[in-house]
């Protein structure tokens, strides 16, 4: 079996072991196996309640999110052909964000629980439909980037303006820590609303692996292989909204993911686009379980936040790609 073909076997793996250490770490304290065996066999109601109800949601929360971003990251750099692509450039992370800022400023949040993601999912939607009509039916790569800066600039000026006239300092920091995105406290709820949306999106994303094979030739060579621009645009904007959005309207805004791991994993594939979607997946997924492992393992009293790890990793590496990419063009 040649070395990329080990590639899926062994992020499987490394996925798989990541969920089970995900599962098995917490205060509790309970032994693997007798936890293990709460978990599928209840027979210890209190640690089946705990396994079951608090870890099972957040490890499968972490395993489709990590997914969604990885996958996002890599189908959205292969199809507007730009390294630095991620799912934030189009507007769809700050435009969730916003959406899910407004729940808590208008009080949706406390009322109705389901106001906060189902408000998230709504932003990233109303953002796609933004970006797709200031680019145009016939937009090209460089004017979707454009409208999803200026998208994704507007949901940033709005989320700080209401920060800036939040009613009280307690609710202006109730949305702060939302925003550094978290597992923590998610619940069968979460997935539920999540977990569809999620799973399409992925599965648009997916589709678009011969289309990205044949982009790598450019636009004029992919229409002449048959390849219909406009169903790519669609399958790319509508699968990063469904899959990105449903994540940041549960987990809150997550950074990186979707830019370090295509760039890591691309050298590891062949630069295949059709090799490196599933490959990003499961790199997503493996890159978010770890960082919330990691929370809980440097800071087990305190709730440390999964957007600042991701960042203190995504931040270094993306100053790192700037560097080369800049001694690469001198």
Do not use: C
């Not at 499987?12 to 072991?17: M, R, S």
């Not at 992370?93 to 949706?108: E, K, P, R």
């Amino acid at each position: 079996m040649t070395p990329q073909r080990l590639v899926l076997p062994l992020l499987g793996a490394v996925t798989l072991a990541l969920f089970v250490a995900s599962l098995l770490l917490g205060p509790a304290g309970a032994p693997a196996g007798r936890s293990l065996a709460a978990l599928l066999t209840g027979d210890n109601p209190a640690l089946a309640l705990v396994m079951r109800e608090i870890r099972l949601p957040r490890a499968l929360l972490g395993l489709g999110i990590g997914a969604a971003l990885g996958l996002a990251g890599a189908a959205l750099q292969g199809y507007l052909r730009n390294p630095l692509a991620e799912p934030g450039l189009l507007g769809v992370s700050a435009a969730a964000a916003l959406g899910a800022v407004l729940a808590f400023y208008t009080g949706l949040a406390a009322l109705l629980p389901l106001a906060l993601p189902l408000m998230a999912l709504g932003g990233a939607f109303a953002a796609t439909l933004l970006v797709v009509g200031l680019a145009g039916v016939a937009g090209g790569a460089l004017t979707l980037i454009l409208a999803g800066v200026a998208v994704s600039s507007l949901a940033g000026a709005l989320t700080s303006l209401v920060l800036n006239l939040s009613p009280n300092p307690f609710a202006a920091s109730e949305i702060m820590f939302w925003l550094l995105g978290s597992l923590a406290d998610r619940s069968w709820m979460h997935v539920t609303l999540a977990g569809p949306f999620i799973l399409a999106g992925m599965g648009l994303l997916l589709l678009l692996a011969r289309d990205l094979e044949a982009l790598t030739l450019g636009e004029d060579a992919a229409r002449s292989l048959g390849i219909p621009l406009g169903r790519t645009r669609a399958l790319a904007l509508g699968g990063t909204a469904a899959a990105v959005g449903a994540g940041v309207a549960v987990a809150g805004a997550i950074g990186f993911v979707g830019l370090v791991v295509p760039h890591l994993l691309r050298p590891v594939v062949g630069h295949s686009p059709s090799r490196l979607l599933p490959a990003a997946a499961l790199g997503g997924a493996s890159f978010l379980l770890a960082a919330d492992v990691a929370a809980r393992l440097i800071a087990p009293e305190r709730d440390l936040k999964l957007g600042v790890l991701t960042a203190l990793v995504g931040a270094p590496f993306f100053l790192r790609l700037v560097w080369t990419t800049r001694r690469r063009l001198a």
